[in-house]
């Protein structure tokens, strides 16, 4: 589960990515990301809730599903 905090930050991210963009996230995304996720105000569920919000409004998404 992507919520499950044994995981490493970028397993998760990973996992989020392929689930929605079914690629892996670049090392650059990986990086800037990682940081807004663990830095969201509410915490880390948070911060992964509101990544997937915005992976699936991406432009990426919307035109390649």
């Given at each position: 589960?992507i919520?499950?905090e044994?995981?490493?930050?970028r397993?998760?991210?990973?996992?989020?990515?392929?689930a929605t963009l079914?690629?892996?996230p670049?090392?650059?995304?990986a990086?800037?990301l990682?940081?807004?996720?663990?830095?969201?105000?509410?915490?880390?569920?948070?911060?992964?809730?509101?990544?997937?919000?915005a992976?699936?409004n991406?432009?990426?998404f919307?035109t390649?599903?």
């Open positions: 589960e919520l499950d044994s995981r490493a930050d397993e998760r991210l990973r996992q989020i990515f392929y079914n690629r892996p670049t090392q650059r995304e990086e800037k990682g940081r807004l996720v663990r830095g969201a105000r509410g915490g880390m569920k948070r911060g992964i809730e509101d990544l997937y919000w992976l699936l991406s432009t990426e919307l390649n599903h």
